[in-house]
């Protein structure tokens, strides 16, 4: 198979194709094979009647199609894998030229040609050449003594008290909400602690001061159900109230809650969790810190087609029209992503980031329990959605961040460095750490010819004329209209003369492609 690619433009290539009629004889003797079952051919049973038998009965034209329908795709991934490149649009493709299949002497081939957008060459950064300020992490005893307080609250023991309910008490009752005289929900026997706030809004408020066999009434608003949102009137009936008695935090519990025979050792222990703790959340905002700064750096150009598809399918998805305004409110979010998306994936390709079943596995799962599903439902509504290679890429993405903040300067508010590895740990073994060459220099823009000089009675009638017809500020060929919002385009454009906007239109052929403005400028 030969291919031939031409590079249309930064961001989108011409593939030709040629698949001579000896390579193609496999696929096509194992389409007529496939054929032959499906049709009757006396003196033949089902599949087994030669291939010249089922060429005179369901001709060799029929074959050939079922051949290329069979495999053309196989042909296109084979040709985009030795031209190296990373299509990332729907391929456009034509057929040339069919092979004739005539025999071992056939010098004809199928030819096809495709047109995809493809992902342009991007430059890395090198993150060792940026500087990430996180939080500063201090960790004090009323960390070390919440850590314990907490480490108690599970080890404490609940004691009925006659006293009026308290913040932290729990309250064992029933509850009934109403809106107007109808009884809309109902629980029985429940045990809340009070300042939990996990319930409805003024519950704690409520409670607090209510005896055993009590009643308290309010009103709020219904957090779920049928009637979520809506305001009742509630009555709940406190039963009893217990408060909660934690153990001493002396050497005898360190011994019942942990490892440790002494509270010392305990307290030591949980000093080093809440600095870990603190750590990792230190680094939260360190990742995209890192990712913006990669971002400005870099410079490529996005396939536009790639994003007109994104747009069109949410407007699609939101049951708008193709034309909607909608779009354009949406095209800088969208770019914004795909940009990300392609440059962490070649930083992905560079650090030769390796995504391990387990670990999407476990991704999955808490993809599942992030949306309430089962993950067992959830793993199989992806496969079958075709997520799952998406989900992949997204674990893929987030591994070559942390790899990148391994390399980059990292320090927190007061200047002092960041050890990333003690908080991501050391990187995997089958990671590699790329070469960071410099930035490439743009090209240079072609300059067009030099005119000759005009003579001297002319210079003096062009410059009238250029004055009478002069654009707007920022005109004659210096406004870039994909530095510019639609509606700042049209503005411009209607200062303009006819060929300054013919010029904007081609400039937003070129660029952008915006269809909304360019049937506005073409109008």
Same mark, same amino acid.
Request: aromatic residues 4%.
């Given at each position: 198979m030969k291919q031939i690619v031409e590079n249309l433009s930064e961001t989108r290539a011409k593939l030709s194709v040629e698949v001579p009629a000896k390579e193609f004889e496999a696929d096509y003797d194992k389409a007529a094979k496939e054929l032959a079952k499906q049709v009757n051919i006396p003196g033949f049973r089902a599949g087994k009647a030669p291939r010249r038998v089922v060429e005179s009965k369901i001709g060799r034209g029929y074959i050939i199609e079922q051949a290329i329908n069979d495999n053309l795709d196989k042909y296109y991934q084979a040709a985009v894998a030795e031209a190296g490149i990373v299509p990332m649009s729907r391929p456009e493709v034509s057929i040339d030229e069919?092979?004739?299949?005539?025999?071992?002497? @056939? *010098?004809?081939?199928?030819?096809?040609?495709? $047109?995809? @957008?493809?992902?342009?060459?991007?430059?890395?950064?090198?993150?060792?050449?940026?500087?990430? /300020?996180?939080?500063?992490? /201090?960790?004090?005893?009323?960390?070390?003594?919440?850590?314990?307080?907490?480490?108690?609250?599970?080890?404490?023991?609940?004691?009925?008290?006659?006293?009026?309910?308290?913040?932290?008490?729990?309250?064992?009752?029933?509850?009934?909400?109403?809106?107007?005289?109808e009884e809309v929900d109902d629980v029985a026997g429940v045990s809340y602690r009070i300042g939990d706030g996990n319930m409805l809004e003024g519950q704690d408020e409520a409670l607090k001061g209510a005896k055993a066999d009590s009643t308290v009434e309010f009103k709020a608003k219904l957090a779920g159900g049928e009637h979520e949102g809506e305001e009742a009137d509630v009555t709940i009936t406190v039963h009893s109230v217990k408060e909660s008695v934690l153990p001493d935090a002396d050497d005898d519990f360190a011994q019942i809650a942990s490892e440790f025979d002494t509270i010392d050792e305990l307290k030591t222990s949980l000093r080093e969790n809440a600095e870990k703790s603190k750590a990792n959340s230190q680094l939260s905002g360190a990742y995209q810190k890192l990712v913006d700064q990669l971002i400005e750096a870099s410079d490529f150009p996005l396939?536009?087609?790639?994003? @007109?598809?994104?747009?069109?399918?949410?407007?699609?998805?939101?049951?708008?029209?193709? @034309?909607?305004?909608?779009? $354009?409110?949406?095209?800088?979010?969208?770019?914004?992503?795909?940009?990300?998306?392609?440059?962490?994936?070649?930083?992905?390709? &560079?650090?030769? *980031?390796?995504?391990s079943q387990e670990e999407l596995l476990d991704f999955l799962v808490t993809q599942a329990q992030m949306y309430g599903m089962d993950p067992n439902q959830f793993v199989q509504a992806a496969a079958q959605a075709g997520q799952i290679n998406a989900f992949a890429g997204e674990l893929a993405r987030n591994k070559a961040v942390m790899a990148a903040l391994r390399l980059a300067q990292v320090k927190d508010e007061n200047g002092k460095a960041v050890d990333v590895n003690a908080i991501l740990g050391e990187k995997p073994e089958n $990671?590699?750490?790329?070469?960071?060459?410099?930035?490439?220099?743009?090209?240079?823009?072609?300059?067009?010819?030099?005119?000759? $000089?005009?003579?001297?009675?002319?210079? /003096? &009638?062009?410059?009238?004329?250029? /004055?009478?017809?002069?654009a707007p500020a920022g005109a004659a060929g210096d406004f870039d209209p994909a530095d510019h919002k639609v509606d700042e385009v049209l503005d411009y454009v209607a200062k303009a003369d006819d060929a300054e906007k013919a010029r904007v239109l081609e400039a937003e052929k070129a660029g952008k492609g915006r269809k909304t403005l360019i049937a506005k400028l073409e109008a």
């Open positions: 069919v092979p004739e299949m005539k025999g071992k002497d @056939d *010098v004809t081939a199928l030819k096809f040609t495709v $047109e995809v @957008d493809v992902r342009p060459e991007i430059w890395m950064p090198n993150p060792a050449d940026f500087t990430v /300020e996180v939080p500063a992490v /201090e960790v004090n005893d009323d960390d070390v003594e919440a850590e314990l307080t907490a480490l108690r609250e599970r080890f404490a023991t609940l004691t009925t008290v006659e006293r009026e309910a308290a913040e932290g008490d729990y309250v064992s009752m029933d509850m009934v909400a109403k809106i107007g005289d396939p536009q087609g790639v994003i @007109d598809e994104e747009i069109a399918s949410h407007l699609q998805n939101e049951g708008k029209d193709a @034309d909607d305004p909608h779009a $354009e409110e949406i095209r800088g979010d969208v770019e914004e992503a795909l940009r990300t998306q392609l440059l962490l994936d070649t930083y992905a390709e &560079a650090f030769k *980031v390796q995504v $990671e590699e750490t790329p070469e960071f060459g410099a930035k490439p220099a743009k090209k240079a823009a072609a300059k067009p010819a030099k005119k000759a $000089e005009p003579k001297a009675e002319a210079v /003096e &009638a062009e410059v009238v004329e250029a /004055e009478a017809t002069a």
